[in-house]
């Protein structure tokens, strides 16, 4: 490692930024020192595909801070496939996708971000050409292969499989026009391609850079799949309510809700529930973690936290600037401005969220012990 | 005899686009450009709340969020009847500005660079600068474990930069710039919360109040950003275009000589003066910009995957019905045009579009061109007046000047916040309403309509910037203007087609943008309006 011009100092100050960003025990850095120097020799190739997506997750990636973006493609990870990225175009491309699945059958990691159409033969969706050819403008043009037939070729190979942000894992918001291009979560495909391949679905849309960074790390240095919830997400980023953590909780507790943008309160800043906050009914540790290098998140910009990391996200949480509808707890019927009141006097958070799902008569999504 | 060359995926760009080109004795004869991915994103919108809008337009596309999240902003203020308040106006601008600056040094670096820089060629680098020395060490240790991924595999080409140190420094800069765009996503962060998918705007304002601290933040990263933008961006985009085997890349990829800009940037609470200005320009007559009629623009879907009835509409009654198995067709994008002309748009459109107005006197205060003068620009400039043709390089050369523009306005803006003022113009939701919000985004003109009734949303549309740039041809049977520009570029060897990719490149296109409606039918909608 030296020679690579790394010294054990600095490798070791590296690891312990890995522990802080997976949460882990600072005194499990000499073990992931050791782990991240094994990587660094044995690169585990990585192809990234995209569905219908936006490139979000892509975007955020980029803003990883520990490690750097470049270090994650160049040391740690042989980064084969990626579509913003990658040099390659075309066959140079795709060929690439083929010879991976070919070779490293096995030993692969498959990123998908965004979800997987199947209506009209997959036709919705489609890059790289198939070996069938078609005619065009009085030429024969090879066929656009469809992303159906990408994962029929990809899934059986891969060692793991990350579905990347909101719409991969659970449909998102191109799954809500699956009645017209049969759009399906990445675990569904999988499901029917591989039954027990092990899909890890990292929520958020889009997803931060932590989480998809954590867990890849996490996997490669445990050498197996993170401790998930009922969602197939990583615990350790998902197991935890926004409303337990945030920073506005006590203003929430004392019943003070901002409903004028206009009003400034330095002192405490309002709760934004009655703004339409999702906090109470969302898994995520944006409150902690924050965004963009810690600088800020949703409700530290005034803003109400939308529920982007929900499965539930963004039909079943709309409208996202409408309180949560009035809850009912125990008998009682408060009205949102006493809500802050039972909330207090819950002895556990996890019940709040337990019972606005059941007032909003959806299912629970349980991100961790609630 | 004549052969065609399929590329698909063209990567490096946003979304999943398909070319087309047929070579004939090492030229393109002719070009098809198709959005192979096809979602539906308006449509989620009817009946819903008119505020969840801006929410659910960002995630058209994860590269410009933000610019959807200010159009829609800017169309529900319509909308509503909102006076925005000073505070939230320039906030807007700072970040959409941020914006710009964090997608230009993407693309120049991330996305279009490795046509033009060897990689490979910085591991015979015999410098000492420690930086570059590190850098040609990884990269070496990479060639050697035979991992050059993912730089390699790429087409092959003899014109790349291969000279080390030049090659060293450039690749040095592609690693730096991911931590200066990290840094404008930083910024966006700090008023709007986070990056991508932010929160900040909400119909009739921002949700966050300028303090001293926050502006401080900004303007620290700011400031940064300048002097990289001035001695870093600027002088590779120099550099790059100064190499002397790119010269033909000066007028070749020339789009056809139609541009238009919406504008943005607004300076006055009206909207009336806006620091990149609205326009159109017609057969690369740069000296006579034309005062923009909405009402001309009209969509073409003659060569796109719908039903024939929808064709050549104004957006405000236009109608999409997916049809993939129709004849002839080779695209999700439909074609938009301006009276009847396809249209480029982006940085190059709006940069000659003032230029045009600096040129002709409509604009009395100067800035591009004096900067174009400064930078020692001005023949290039001429050449490409006399040509009557700008092609790939300023394309490229004119985001990076329209960075520097920006990103230097954007330091006063700063200074024009009020802290403690106003941020939101709180207004009732009407019964019924139509709105607008007209926008540029760092890859063009943006807009988004809606009609509001009972209260919720009964119509959202948007037309998108690259539905302008990368459109198939219309029921004249004219190409789009991406089609049109690599009409002409040499490709000498067909397996290693770099000067079309080249070409694509440089209109930065973002296909997810491009392709969001959905089926009526199978929703229930009688009637939409589209791409
Ligand atoms: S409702 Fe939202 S803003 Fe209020 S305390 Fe809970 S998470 Fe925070
Ligand atoms: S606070 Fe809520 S909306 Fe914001 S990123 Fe976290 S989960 Fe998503």
């Avoid at chain 1, 050498?223 to 203003?251: Q, S, T, W, Y």
């Avoid at chain 2, 930083?186 to 909400?202: A, D, N």
């Avoid at chain 2, 236009?318 to 074609?335: C, I, N, Q, R, W």
């Avoid at chain 2, 509001?452 to 049977?477: E, F, L, S």
């Amino acid at each position: 490692m030296e020679k690579k011009g790394v010294t054990r100092r600095q490798f070791l100050k590296y690891a312990g930024a890995t522990a802080a960003l997976l949460g882990l025990s600072e005194s499990l850095i000499p073990q992931i020192a050791q782990a991240l120097e094994e990587l660094s020799s044995g690169k585990p190739p990585v192809l990234w595909i995209q569905g219908q997506n936006c490139t979000g997750c892509s975007v955020s990636f980029l803003n990883t801070n520990y490690p750097m973006a470049a270090e994650i493609v160049l040391d740690k990870l042989s980064v084969r496939y990626h579509p913003t990225v990658m040099a390659a175009a075309g066959d140079k491309a795709f060929g690439v996708l083929e010879e991976t699945a070919k070779e490293l059958a096995g030993k692969y990691v498959l990123v998908v971000e965004g979800p997987v159409p199947t209506a009209e033969g997959g036709e919705y969706c489609t890059f790289g050409l198939e070996k069938e050819t078609v005619s065009f403008n009085g030429y024969q043009r090879r066929k656009d292969k469809p992303m159906t037939a990408w994962m029929e070729e990809l899934v059986p190979g891969a060692a793991a499989v990350v579905a990347l942000g909101n719409c991969a894992s659970f449909g998102g918001i191109p799954a809500a026009n699956a009645s017209v291009t049969g759009t399906k979560a990445v675990q569904e495909i999988v499901k029917e391609i591989a039954k027990d391949k092990p899909v890890i679905n990292i929520g958020g849309c889009p997803a931060h850079p932590d989480w998809f960074v954590g867990t890849v790390l996490d996997y490669l240095i445990n050498k197996r799949v993170p401790e998930l919830d009922r969602h197939n997400r990583p615990k350790m980023f998902f197991g935890k309510l926004i409303h337990e953590n945030c920073e506005r909780r006590a203003a929430f507790d004392a019943g003070l809700f901002l409903e004028d943008w206009n009003d400034d309160n330095p002192d405490m800043k309002l709760c934004l529930f009655k703004l339409g906050c999702k906090g109470p009914v969302t898994y995520a540790d944006c409150p902690t973690r924050r965004w963009n290098s810690g600088v800020n998140w949703c409700v530290g910009a005034n803003a109400p936290c939308h529920g982007c990391a929900e499965p539930s996200f963004y039909k079943d949480l709309s409208p996202l600037y409408e309180p949560l509808p009035e809850v009912h707890f125990a008998g009682l019927t408060p009205m949102v401005d006493t809500l802050g009141w039972i909330g207090a006097a819950a002895t556990a958070v996890g019940i709040g969220a337990h019972y606005l799902y059941k007032q909003l008569g959806k299912k629970e999504p349980e991100g961790g012990e609630s | 005899m004549a052969q065609l060359i399929s590329i698909d995926p063209v990567t490096r760009i946003e979304g999943h686009l398909r070319i087309d080109v047929e070579v004939e004795n090492g030229v393109v004869k002719d070009a098809w450009s198709s959005g192979t991915m096809f979602r539906g994103i308006e449509m989620l919108l009817k009946g819903k709340h008119p505020f969840d809008a801006q929410q659910v337009t960002e995630r058209i596309c994860g590269v410009c969020p933000l610019v959807h999240g200010t159009a829609a902003s800017y169309n529900l203020d319509d909308a509503l009847g909102v006076e925005l308040p000073d505070n939230a106006r320039i906030i807007r601008n700072l970040c959409l500005g941020a914006n710009f600056i964090q997608s230009h040094i993407l693309h120049f670096y991330h996305l279009a660079a490795l046509d033009y820089v060897d990689v490979t060629a910085v591991a015979k680098y015999t410098g000492n600068d420690p930086a570059l020395a590190a850098l040609r060490d990884k990269i070496a240790a990479l060639a050697k474990a035979g991992d050059v991924y993912p730089f390699l595999p790429r087409y092959e080409s003899d014109d790349y930069v291969s000279d080390p140190e030049l090659a060293a420094i450039l690749v040095n800069h592609y690693v730096q710039a991911l931590e200066m765009r990290k840094k404008a996503q930083e910024m966006l962060s700090i008023f709007y919360g986070r990056m991508p998918s932010f929160v900040g705007t909400v119909p009739g304002g921002v949700t966050v109040h300028p303090t001293v601290s926050n502006i401080a933040a900004f303007r620290a990263r700011l400031n940064e950003l300048r002097v990289w933008i001035d001695n870093v961006y600027i002088q590779d985009i120099l550099t790059v275009a100064g190499v002397s085997a790119y010269a033909p890349f000066l007028t070749a990829g020339d789009s056809g000589g139609n541009y238009l800009a919406y504008g943005g940037f607004d300076q006055d609470s009206k909207g009336a003066e806006k620091f990149l200005p609205r326009g159109f320009i017609t057969g690369n007559n740069v000296a006579a910009v034309g005062e923009l009629d909405e009402d001309k623009i009209t969509e073409s879907v003659k060569y796109s995957w719908y039903k024939d009835e929808g064709d050549w509409l104004h957006p405000r009654e236009g109608m999409t019905e997916p049809d993939v198995h129709k004849e002839g067709a080779y695209s999700f994008l439909k074609a938009p045009r301006y009276d009847g002309k396809p249209m480029e748009v982006g940085p190059m459109a709006r940069m000659l579009v003032l230029a045009g107005l600096e040129l002709s006197g409509k604009r009395k205060e100067k800035k591009l061109m004096p900067l174009i003068e400064k930078l020692g620009l001005a023949s290039a400039v001429d050449a490409c007046v006399q040509a009557g043709k700008f092609g790939i390089l300023p394309r490229h050369a004119m985001r990076a000047l329209e960075c520097k523009l920006l990103a230097d306005e954007m330091d006063k803006w700063l200074d024009e916040l009020k802290p403690g003022e106003k941020i939101w113009d709180k207004k009732d939701i009407p019964g019924e309403a139509y709105g607008r919000g007209m926008v540029e985004g760092p890859r063009g003109a943006l807009g988004h309509w809606i009609h509001i009734k009972n209260k919720v949303i009964d119509n959202y549309q948007c037309i998108v910037p690259t539905t302008w740039n990368a459109a198939p041809r219309d029921k004249n049977g004219n190409r789009g203007p991406i089609e049109t520009a690599l009409i002409g570029l040499p490709v000498p060897d067909p397996e290693n087609p770099i000067n079309v990719v080249r070409c694509v490149r440089s209109f930065d296109p973002c296909l997810a943008c491009a392709i969001h409606v959905i089926h009526p039918e199978h929703n229930g909608v009688k009637e939409f309006r589209v791409v």
